[in-house]
Structure formats: structure tokens, C-alpha cells
């Protein structure tokens, strides 16, 4: 949040905007988390509960706020994977656009129906949890690829353009935490090798399209057996197999990779075909994921998660990138 804008301040203006949707009496707003966006659990004692998404200045139009809500509905009526429906507001609309003395700009919030369910444990096997990861990124990628978009659809681009160009989404990596002139060096022959190799890759129908963006165990919900897939905040148009890069966000260090890999493989290719040569390219996406999150992690310093990872994540980084060398260089 903007450092004039206090948790105080927003949960404020989120109390008082409840009453924009039919909550029942007694609602309170309760915060969760703070991102890209800022969230809160809304309860009421009746048991009522839902999630509310204040939406980050700048980050999203109106119109691709209503673009997400389209395909997220859509996937989830059409595409055989459980998503979070949304609240229409008392004037029909699903985006409730508020404005309040001492925020700099009016922000847009939703209010999602509560999906009962728990993220896997980041602490125990994961590899099954990735298998069922993949058969919802494969339903995803084949729902993605033959519907047809409404008129106006608009989405961000994860791309190399987008995450190394001129205006980079989540900022240059350069500016990210600790990145002396060594790790520099080696990061921007990273860059150059992964730019090749994407342009060699290409961006056909088959591989590219609409994607969830970050598919992380954090927005997998299980609830008696059956996944279900949050926060499509992120989804755009990128290569389909970038949405494995995101599962491992963070952990890709991680030892276990390589089987989590092995079994997020398996689950796509029991419902959408995998060609040997996407697979070698894997490490690509995952290394273009890395480089835009060692961007998100300089951007986005007064978020918890961010600051906890600063201190050894361009080192990390800069590691992996000469193992990537190694294979692939």
C-alpha cells in the first residue's frame, strides 16, 4: 500500500463499504493479507463468510478486473476446475470502485464467494499435490484455448518484453535486493540466454495463451479430496508451461523440485498432450519466473513475504543461473 495509506486507514473504508453488497447484519471485515492486493475475510454471525479483494493502485483497469471475473467464471462453469464465484454489489456490478478521504485514488474491490478448503503444506510431500496441480493447469490451458473471449477482453503479457523490457510489470531486476555488480554480470547473460531461447521457442497456439500466472500451492484449496483454484489476479497471456515455473515460486532451489516436476508432468499429460521438446524447456520458464520475482522482491519492500526473501535471493538467483548455464547454455 501506498505509505500514506495505513491498515487502519483501509480497514476503515472497508468496514464502511460493506453495505455496497446485501452482507447481513453485524459483518465485520477482518484483514488476512497484504500483496499485490489487500484482503480480508468478511464474517458475519450467521455464519456468512467471503473474501474481499482491495485491488493495488494502478495495477489493473475496470476493464481487466471484468476480464478476470469473466474467465474465472467461465473456467469454473466450462472448464472442469473449481473457482471462486463473486458477489454482485446492491447495483448490480461485481467491481465496487470507493473512494474516501485520505486515499490518494478511489480503489476497486471485489467480494468472492468462500471456498472451504486448505492450501497444501509447504512442509510435507508436496508431489502429490503437484500431480493434481497439473491436471488443473492442463483443464485450464485446454478451457483457455478454445474459448472464445469476450469483446474488449484485456490482460496482462508474461512475457520476456514484459518481465526484462522497457517497463518491466514488476519493475527491473537490477533494482532488486543485493545485486552487486558480480551477480549483475552473471544475470544479464541469463537474460540474453533466456530471450534466445524464447524467441527460438515461439509463441504458438499450442504452447502460448491464457494463463493462471501464478499457479502456487498458496492458491490450491483442497477440501475433501477435490482442488480447487484461487486468485487469478495475475492471469494473462504467457506460455502455458510458465505456469509451472510459478508452482515452484521461490523454492526453486528446493531439492525436491525435480520429483515435484516429474509429478506436475504426469498430471498434465493425463488430461493435454506435453511435447518432449516443452519439456526441455521447462528450466526456462523457470529461470524468466525467477528473474521477474528477484524484480517483485525490490519492488515490493513493504510486503512481509518480500523482506523475509531479500537478503539471499539474487545470490540464489545467480546460482541457479549458472546450473542453467551448465544444461543449457
Not at 12 to 41: F, G, K
Not at 117 to 138: H, N, R, Y
Not at 259 to 282: F, N, T
Request: overall charge negative; glycine content about 8%; some cysteine.
Amino acid at each position: 500500500m501506498p505509505q500514506e495509506v495505513t491498515p487502519e486507514l483501509l480497514q476503515e473504508v472497508v468496514q464502511r463499504s460493506l453495505n455496497r453488497w446485501e452482507c447481513p447484519p453485524d459483518t465485520i471485515a477482518r484483514l488476512i493479507n497484504i500483496s499485490e492486493n489487500v484482503t480480508y475475510m468478511v464474517e458475519a454471525p450467521n455464519g456468512f463468510r467471503s473474501i474481499l479483494r482491495v485491488h493495488r493502485e494502478n495495477y489493473h483497469s475496470r476493464n481487466a478486473i471484468e476480464s478476470e471475473l469473466a474467465w474465472v467464471r467461465a473456467l469454473g462453469q466450462e472448464g472442469g476446475v473449481e473457482t471462486p464465484d463473486y458477489h454482485l454489489g446492491r447495483d448490480g456490478s461485481a467491481i465496487q470502485t470507493v473512494a474516501a478521504d485520505g486515499l490518494p485514488a478511489p480503489r476497486h474491490m471485489v467480494m468472492f464467494a468462500f471456498l472451504e478448503g486448505k492450501a497444501p503444506d509447504p512442509d510435507e510431500d508436496l508431489v502429490s499435490a503437484f500431480g493434481q496441480l497439473g491436471q488443473i493447469a492442463a483443464r485450464a490451458h485446454i478451457h483457455a484455448s478454445s474459448w472464445r473471449r469476450p469483446a474488449g477482453f484485456e490482460r496482462m503479457t508474461w512475457d520476456e518484453s514484459t518481465v526484462f523490457g522497457a517497463s518491466p510489470i514488476w519493475g527491473d531486476w537490477r533494482d532488486g535486493p543485493n545485486v552487486d555488480a558480480a551477480i549483475a554480470w552473471r544475470l544479464e547473460r541469463l537474460e540474453d540466454l533466456i530471450i534466445h531461447r524464447l524467441k527460438r521457442f515461439g509463441k504458438g497456439a499450442q504452447t502460448y495463451g491464457l494463463i493462471h500466472a501464478d499457479m502456487r500451492l498458496a492458491n490450491l484449496l483442497v477440501h475433501e479430496g477435490r482442488p480447487r483454484l484461487i486468485d487469478f489476479d495475475d492471469c494473462g497471456f504467457g506460455w502455458f508451461l510458465y505456469d509451472f515455473a510459478a508452482a515452484v515460486s521461490f523454492m526453486e532451489d528446493h531439492p525436491q523440485v525435480p520429483a515435484l516436476k516429474q509429478s506436475w508432468l504426469e498430471g498434465y499429460r493425463k488430461v493435454r498432450s506435453l511435447s518432449a521438446d516443452d519439456e526441455r524447456e521447462i528450466d526456462t520458464f523457470i529461470m524468466l519466473r525467477r528473474m521477474a520475482l528477484l524484480a517483485w522482491i525490490g519492488s515490493h519492500d513493504g510486503v512481509d513475504v518480500a523482506r523475509a526473501l531479500a537478503p539471499d535471493f539474487a545470490t540464489v538467483t545467480a546460482t541457479l543461473a549458472e546450473s542453467y548455464f551448465t544444461t543449457h547454455g
